[in-house]
């Protein structure tokens, strides 16, 4: 946990490093009498990297509504800069049948 409060994490767009710069206000909500996170959930030993991490992913898509739904590999290349590639498996139900 940072004393200050203030994080910044480095994303990528085409390559080029970007950093985002976000505080760890993390959106809250009240269940009952208790406070929970809205999103990324706080661990249970209190490490809040994942809360952090998805405000600054939210931030440098725009805001959270930009990242619902989205898909995860597009989320690993924004963070790691490395290319992915994506392959669909067609499984027939008829080859299953003639191999048994």
Known sequence: MSPNGIYAVNFWTL???HTVIVDDLIPMQNHYGTYYSVFAKVGLDDAVWA???EKAFAKYH???NHIVG???RLAARTLSGAPYDSIKHDHDSGDAAAAA
């Open 70 to 72: 989205g898909d995860s």
């Open 15 to 17: 390559g080029v490093p």
């Open 62 to 64: 725009g805001n959270y």
């Open 51 to 53: 809360p952090v991490l």
